[in-house]
């Protein structure tokens, strides 16, 4: 598990913004700690500092994953965000322009 190289961190906070824009910082300096973006197998994982700090005593080949994937970098190195980093990204989420009412098909302006 290692840091994301600067490359990296750029093209996922792209990502991560068109989703969260301006409240990328409240993902990171969380009240309840710090919180970090490591990469695993083109995986990405979103862990607390102090869990981190306690899985450095295991190899990297033994490890499986730590913390929550948040996605992975494609062969062609975009970012693909996988579905269990919603709970993290909804509270942060942009109000949507348009919401489409899924009974009639209608889409409803605000």
């Not at 913004?17 to 990328?24: M, S, T």
């Not at 009974?103 to 302006?109: N, Q, W």
């Amino acid at each position: 598990m290692r840091p994301l190289t600067e490359e990296e961190t750029r093209v996922m906070f792209e990502k991560i913004a068109k989703y969260i824009g301006e409240n990328l910082q409240l993902l990171v300096d969380r009240p309840d700690g710090t919180y970090c973006f490591r990469l695993h197998n083109d995986r990405v994982y979103y862990v607390s500092e102090k869990i981190m700090k306690l899985a450095a005593n295991i190899s990297g080949d033994k490890l499986v994953s730590l913390g929550t994937c948040f996605g992975k970098f494609t062969k062609t190195h975009k970012f693909r965000l996988h579905v269990t980093a919603l709970d993290y990204l909804a509270p942060y989420a942009k109000v949507c322009g348009a919401v489409s009412n899924s009974a009639t098909g209608d889409e409803v302006k605000d």
